[in-house]
């Protein structure tokens, strides 16, 4: 079956340097998102990875390696504002998305 | 974990007709569901909330007679495309809140449906 990995909940400080983990097992690969998505709002677009490698967007970056199934997004110089749900997915071999359940990430003064 | 279906997977369909996506949670009950478009950058519009047994309640700038929402039941949600014209073509993904999975701001999402209108 098709699966995606993530943690459920993870805690930092703000100013601090967090990576949220995401690995999957699905068929195919087309590519990787990471969203953001705040309490009561609709997912933002963080990133989305194609090839191997680190992408830095500002504070963001993203990593995927395709052999291991794995991706992780990195949040340097967190903000409290930075306290969001953050999603993995993944697209399929049909270009379907499979989706993480989120890892809810709460930050600390 | 909670899952999220939706059917079709992809549709074809020619201007003018109307077509129904559904959007179902296969094993939890979801009071609210979420339409959402996805566009080329990869960005999710917020089309609408659905309430079961309520009326959907439409974003800014999204037309409820072209896109009509229907919550049926606590597992199932659909959205009719009504006189689809070519601009409609988009990735159309749906979630789904759960009163019993979760905590109560947890969206499932679902594998997204892909229209093209020729």
């Known amino acids: 079956g098709q699966n995606i990995d993530q943690p459920t909940e993870m805690t930092a400080t703000e100013g601090a340097i967090v990576q949220i983990n995401c690995t999957y097992q699905t068929s195919g690969f087309n590519g990787l998102f990471w969203y953001q998505q705040h309490a009561g709002e609709a997912p933002t677009f963080l990133s989305y990875?194609?090839l191997d490698g680190l992408e830095e967007k500002g504070r963001f970056s993203s990593f995927l390696s395709r052999s291991k199934g794995y991706s992780y997004l990195l949040l340097k110089e967190l903000q409290m504002k930075d306290s969001a749900s953050y999603l993995c997915?993944?697209?399929?071999?049909?270009?379907?998305?499979?989706w993480g359940a989120g890892t809810k990430l709460i930050i600390k003064p | 974990g909670a899952v999220v279906s939706q059917h079709p997977s992809r549709v074809i369909c020619k201007s003018g007709t109307s077509v129904k996506i559904e959007c179902r949670s296969l094993d939890f009950q979801a009071t609210t569901m979420f339409w959402y478009r996805q566009f080329p950058k990869k960005s999710l519009m917020l089309m609408a909330t659905?309430?079961?047994?309520?009326?959907?309640?439409?974003e800014q700038g999204v037309e409820k007679d072209k896109f009509l929402i229907n919550h049926a039941s606590l597992t199932l949600s659909t959205l009719t495309v009504t006189s689809a014209h070519p601009e409609d073509s988009s990735f159309y993904i749906c979630?789904?809140?759960?009163?019993?999975?979760?905590?109560?701001?947890?969206?499932?999402f679902g594998p997204g449906t892909r229209l093209l209108v020729l």
């Open positions: 659905s309430n079961e047994g309520s009326k959907a309640t439409y």
């Open positions: 990875n194609v």
């Open positions: 979630s789904a809140r759960s009163q019993t999975t979760g905590d109560l701001e947890t969206q499932y």
């Open positions: 997915a993944v697209e399929d071999s049909n270009y379907q998305l499979i």
